[in-house]
């Protein structure tokens, strides 16, 4: 479903990601985990056609992102480290305008129970999301991928500054929408989550993805050893 | 509904929940509402006292009673510019150049020479008019609307979830104009109504026969006037890293565009093309009338000339066994030769007007707000064009008029007869009452077709600039 082939983004002389090749199946959440400045947002970035290429390629569904900027645009949906919605409106409004963007026809009191199904309370569906907090904006994300009937997920460190309840939360909406199908590829700090909710975990460093494997395959203890390692050399 | 009607929609949605844009909506229909009433009292003022002022002029011309023909040029009349009914939306130079003139033998009286006295009239402004509020204060709540069209959605994160949506630079953009376009059309309607049913009650004296289309003319020019700021704020916006950069960028256009400009184009011209003093255009006029143009030609050498060649024509030794009274061709004689000086001494200071306004129009490329001020003025009649035209069409009045009683003089009494004589109000019925009627939309488009242009360019620049910023990718970072 998403593919990174030799996927290389410099910036004049820095190289922010070095010839990155990574596949992500259907279903499957990849968490890239790496210190600030590993590659992982490049990364997430490049997918989402943000910023060009340097070298290599970002495919969803076959597609190269750069080339098939609305299909592919289509198919995933993005949730940043602080999901950042229009203050003045409510979350419902917020929802009912991104999703009109993506072409989605639902009502609002069919978006307005999507809202509540992805955690955020029936009092606040109407409220003004200036009054919400950051796991609610992120609720109001998932909300949005589910209305949008995403089959790619992009996370740039959603659940960062989420209280444990909130990321607890967070991290079971992305589990449930797994197992309908939905591909994830999310950058994170947090080793637990990533050892929690992953399928596969990719460590990086300084642009380069070190190593890669399934999160099953390790426990929370040999993760972090790993990763610290990394971090060290 | 597409992604352009999304965007408007939720702009309008936002817009109408900021407090200050509000605000500034109540603030702008308001002074709208004032404009437009303080024009409709001035208007209804000034054309019931020129109405009733004609009226008795004309009574008294027809009932000045039996004289000399030369003692009823003496006489007068005066005549007066009607107020336009678009002269309720732009006031324009009517305050300046004055509503009536009195007319008489040997003399041009001038209203409109008034600004030579002190300034040009081009700086002369100030007064709240529709036009003003149009010109000036709507670009000032579109700068408010506009400047964080895009500073705020990227300060805010928001522009980068509108493009993982996968909508468009160019929809984005599309949909930010056509909400503030929908907001200031919201403003401004029922402005139009009023204004409209107020032009139903209202009877105009015809002068302006040409009043739809000029209205029309000046819907459009309105509207791309408006449309070059809308688009010219969201591509600031668009361009400044921060809203408070794109704030000041803006507002700092809008004081270049809107005053420092305007006032510093209206000195250029006045340095570089000066006015005379009134005094020393009169002293001017006369002395070439007394002397002759150039000097050669006096007035006595001219009436002895005249007398000569009379004598000769008739065959005939002295003026008084002419068939007609020779003081009467004198008197028209020199009234011909003061209209030759006049028109001269008219068209230099006419040149200098128009090398001044030739300054402005060519600055409505720096900055459109002359464009459209002048462009406005013209299409409501109340621009110093109209102004010299009715000076020409009252001029000629006048000495059709004066033809007339040197003429009868002429023709029906004697040399030396000059009590004796008079006429009655026969003659004075020949003299047709005063109609003036402005030149016709066209004619006065004519006259501005380098602001025309000069709005064009601006609209087909910032429109460019707009499409090429929309499609130049740029990192959403």
């Not at chain 2, 704020?233 to 400009?261: E, K």
């Amino acid at each position: 479903m998403l593919e990174a082939i030799d996927l290389t983004k410099k910036y004049g002389d820095f190289t922010a990601l070095k010839s990155l090749n990574l596949t992500i199946k259907e279903g499957e959440i990849f968490c890239l985990l790496g210190a600030n400045g590993a590659g992982k947002s490049t990364t997430i970035n490049l997918f989402l056609n943000f910023i060009d290429a340097t070298h290599g390629k970002a495919m969803i569904n076959n597609m190269d992102v750069a080339m098939h900027v609305k299909e592919t645009k289509q198919l995933l949906s993005y949730i940043p480290e602080n999901l950042m919605l229009y203050k003045n409106l409510t979350g419902l409004e917020n929802l009912h305008f991104f999703c009109g963007l993506g072409g989605g026809h639902q009502n609002k009191s069919e978006l307005e129970e999507l809202l509540i199904q992805s955690g955020l309370q029936k009092d606040f569906t109407r409220k003004r999301v200036s009054s919400y907090s950051k796991g609610m904006r992120q609720k109001v994300g998932i909300a949005l991928a589910r209305a949008r009937g995403a089959k790619v997920l992009l996370l740039d460190e959603p659940t960062s500054g989420l209280d444990p309840k909130a990321s607890n939360e967070f991290s079971e909406l992305l589990i449930n929408m797994k197992e309908k199908g939905v591909t994830t590829l999310m950058a994170t700090h947090d080793l637990f989550r990533a050892k929690d909710t992953g399928t596969h975990i990719g460590i990086m460093k300084e642009g380069v993805l070190l190593e890669k494997f399934e999160s099953k395959d390790v426990s929370f203890q040999d993760l972090e050893k790993m990763y610290l390692k990394h971090m060290h050399n | 509904m597409n992604a352009v009607l999304l965007i408007a929609k939720k702009e309008i949605q936002i817009a109408l929940r900021k407090k200050l844009i509000a605000a500034l909506a109540i603030v702008i229909m308001g002074l709208l509402s004032i404009a437009l009433y303080t024009g409709y009292v001035v208007y209804n003022q000034q054309r019931a006292i020129i109405e009733q002022a004609k009226q008795e002029n004309r009574t008294e011309w027809l009932e000045q009673g039996d004289k000399h023909p030369h003692i009823a040029a003496h006489y007068g009349t005066f005549v007066f510019k009607p107020k336009t009914i678009l002269s309720l939306f732009d006031f324009g130079l009517d305050t300046y150049t004055g509503t009536s003139v009195y007319l008489e033998a040997h003399y041009q009286h001038e209203f409109m020479f008034r600004p030579a006295q002190d300034h040009s009239s081009m700086i002369r402004f100030g007064e709240l008019s529709a036009a003003m509020v149009f010109q000036i204060l709507i670009p000032l709540l579109i700068i408010f609307l506009a400047f964080t069209a895009f500073t705020e959605e990227r300060e805010n994160g928001t522009l980068k979830l509108l493009i993982s949506q996968g909508v468009s630079y160019s929809s984005i953009i599309k949909g930010k104009i056509v909400a503030y376009i929908s907001i200031l059309l919201a403003i401004v309607i029922p402005f139009f109504v009023i204004a409209f049913i107020l032009s139903t009650v209202i009877t105009d004296s015809g002068s302006i026969p040409d009043v739809g289309l000029r209205v029309l003319f000046l819907l459009i020019v309105y509207a791309v006037y408006l449309l070059i700021f809308v688009a010219f704020s969201v591509w600031v916006s668009m361009q400044s890293s921060t809203g408070r950069n794109a704030l000041l960028t803006l507002l700092t256009c809008w004081i270049l565009f809107t005053i420092i400009i305007p006032k510093t184009t209206a000195n250029f011209g006045e340095s570089f093309y000066p006015l005379p003093s009134m005094k020393i255009y009169r002293e001017t006029i006369q002395k070439d009338i007394r002397e002759g143009l150039g000097g050669k030609n006096p007035k006595i050498a001219r009436e002895q000339q005249l007398k000569k060649e009379y004598l000769q024509n008739y065959k005939v030794d002295s003026i008084h066994k002419l068939p007609l009274n020779f003081e009467g061709i004198r008197m028209q004689a020199g009234e011909d030769y003061g209209n030759k000086v006049y028109d001269i001494h008219w068209k230099r200071l006419i040149d200098i007007f128009n090398n001044q306004n030739r300054i402005s129009s060519l600055s409505s490329f720096i900055t459109p707000y002359l464009a459209i001020r002048n462009i406005s003025m013209g299409l409501a009649a109340t621009d110093l064009n109209t102004s010299i035209h009715f000076q020409k069409i009252t001029e000629n009045y006048r000495r059709e008029l004066i033809r007339k009683m040197n003429l009868d003089m002429a023709q029906n009494s004697k040399y030396g007869e000059f009590y004796e004589y008079k006429a009655d109000k026969n003659l004075w019925k020949t003299v047709k009452d005063f109609h003036y009627k402005t030149m016709s939309a066209y004619e006065i488009l004519r006259q501005y077709l380098i602001e025309l242009l000069s709005l064009c360019c601006w609209g087909l620049v910032i429109f460019f600039l707009l499409h090429y910023s929309s499609h130049k990718k740029r990192p959403v970072l």
